[in-house]
Protein backbone atom coordinates (compact mmCIF):
# COMPACT_ATOMS: atom_id res chain seq x y z
CA UNK A 1 0.00 0.00 0.00
CA UNK A 2 1.34 3.38 -0.67
CA UNK A 3 -0.39 6.63 1.32
CA UNK A 4 0.76 10.05 2.18
CA UNK A 5 0.52 10.99 6.06
CA UNK A 6 0.25 14.92 6.89
CA UNK A 7 1.27 16.06 10.11
CA UNK A 8 2.07 19.66 11.90
CA UNK A 9 -1.13 21.53 11.57
CA UNK A 10 -2.65 23.40 14.83
CA UNK A 11 -3.60 26.16 16.04
CA UNK A 12 -1.33 29.40 15.89
CA UNK A 13 -1.93 33.30 16.03
CA UNK A 14 -1.28 35.85 13.31
CA UNK A 15 2.44 36.21 12.75
CA UNK A 16 3.22 32.98 13.41
CA UNK A 17 4.88 29.95 11.68
CA UNK A 18 4.16 26.54 11.93
CA UNK A 19 5.81 23.34 9.40
CA UNK A 20 3.72 20.74 7.74
CA UNK A 21 5.44 17.24 6.53
CA UNK A 22 4.18 14.82 4.37
CA UNK A 23 5.76 11.27 4.37
CA UNK A 24 5.08 9.27 1.68
CA UNK A 25 4.67 5.19 2.26
CA UNK A 26 4.96 2.06 0.77
CA UNK A 27 6.82 0.67 -2.25
CA UNK A 28 7.59 3.69 -4.58
CA UNK A 29 9.90 3.58 -7.38
CA UNK A 30 10.03 7.33 -7.69
CA UNK A 31 8.61 10.75 -7.18
CA UNK A 32 7.76 12.78 -9.68
CA UNK A 33 6.10 15.48 -7.88
CA UNK A 34 4.72 16.51 -4.08
CA UNK A 35 2.83 19.43 -3.57
CA UNK A 36 0.73 21.09 -1.08
CA UNK A 37 -3.00 22.33 -1.43
CA UNK A 38 -5.36 23.62 0.79
CA UNK A 39 -9.68 24.11 1.08
CA UNK A 40 -10.83 26.82 3.50
CA UNK A 41 -14.44 26.08 4.18
CA UNK A 42 -16.88 27.04 1.21
CA UNK A 43 -13.79 27.38 -0.74
CA UNK A 44 -12.52 25.62 -3.91
CA UNK A 45 -9.29 23.32 -2.97
CA UNK A 46 -5.86 25.77 -4.45
CA UNK A 47 -2.64 24.77 -4.89
CA UNK A 48 -0.48 26.24 -2.67
CA UNK A 49 3.00 24.85 -3.48
CA UNK A 50 4.89 22.45 -5.72
CA UNK A 51 8.19 21.07 -5.95
CA UNK A 52 9.19 18.87 -8.38
CA UNK A 53 11.84 15.81 -8.70
CA UNK A 54 14.72 18.16 -10.28
CA UNK A 55 13.43 20.80 -7.38
CA UNK A 56 12.01 23.07 -8.92
CA UNK A 57 9.12 24.85 -6.96
CA UNK A 58 5.59 27.16 -7.81
CA UNK A 59 3.87 28.92 -5.60
CA UNK A 60 0.28 30.71 -5.19
CA UNK A 61 0.82 34.66 -5.26
CA UNK A 62 -0.75 34.87 -1.74
CA UNK A 63 1.92 32.77 0.05
CA UNK A 64 4.71 33.83 -2.03
CA UNK A 65 7.58 35.12 0.38
CA UNK A 66 5.82 33.52 3.60
CA UNK A 67 5.59 29.95 2.92
CA UNK A 68 8.58 27.56 1.36
CA UNK A 69 8.49 23.92 -0.01
CA UNK A 70 11.41 21.84 0.40
CA UNK A 71 11.91 17.69 0.32
CA UNK A 72 13.74 15.01 1.69
CA UNK A 73 14.15 12.45 -1.18
CA UNK A 74 15.76 9.51 1.14
CA UNK A 75 12.78 9.94 3.43
CA UNK A 76 10.31 10.19 0.90
CA UNK A 77 9.15 13.38 2.54
CA UNK A 78 7.83 17.11 1.91
CA UNK A 79 8.03 20.06 4.24
CA UNK A 80 6.08 23.31 3.69
CA UNK A 81 7.69 26.02 5.71
CA UNK A 82 5.11 28.91 6.87
CA UNK A 83 5.75 31.95 8.33
CA UNK A 84 3.91 35.28 8.89
CA UNK A 85 0.52 33.50 8.84
CA UNK A 86 -2.93 35.31 8.45
CA UNK A 87 -5.89 34.11 9.34
CA UNK A 88 -6.90 33.64 5.56
CA UNK A 89 -4.15 30.53 5.41
CA UNK A 90 -7.11 29.08 8.17
CA UNK A 91 -8.33 25.84 6.26
CA UNK A 92 -7.12 22.12 5.57
CA UNK A 93 -4.08 21.42 3.93
CA UNK A 94 -3.74 18.46 1.82
CA UNK A 95 -0.42 16.92 0.63
CA UNK A 96 -0.57 15.45 -3.05
CA UNK A 97 1.97 13.62 -5.02
CA UNK A 98 2.51 12.31 -8.52
CA UNK A 99 4.60 8.90 -7.91
CA UNK A 100 5.73 5.55 -10.05
CA UNK A 101 4.82 2.48 -8.02
CA UNK A 102 4.60 -1.02 -8.90
CA UNK A 103 2.05 -2.77 -10.69
CA UNK A 104 -0.04 0.53 -10.98
CA UNK A 105 2.06 2.42 -12.54
CA UNK A 106 1.50 6.25 -12.32
CA UNK A 107 -0.41 7.37 -9.21
CA UNK A 108 -1.64 10.86 -7.77
CA UNK A 109 -2.11 10.52 -4.45
CA UNK A 110 -3.64 12.28 -1.53
CA UNK A 111 -3.18 12.27 2.09
CA UNK A 112 -6.03 13.38 4.22
CA UNK A 113 -5.17 17.02 5.07
CA UNK A 114 -4.13 18.33 8.40
CA UNK A 115 -5.74 21.22 9.86
CA UNK A 116 -4.19 24.81 10.43
CA UNK A 117 -5.98 27.67 12.09
CA UNK A 118 -4.33 31.51 12.55
CA UNK A 119 -6.26 33.83 14.85
CA UNK A 120 -6.02 37.27 14.64
Known amino acids: QVQLEESGGGLVQSGGSLRLSCAASGSIFSIIAMAWYRQAPGNERELVARITDNDATTYADSVKGRFTISRDNAKNTVYLQMNNLEPGDTAVYYC??????????????WGQGTSVTVSS
Open 96 to 109: NSDVLVDPEGYLDL
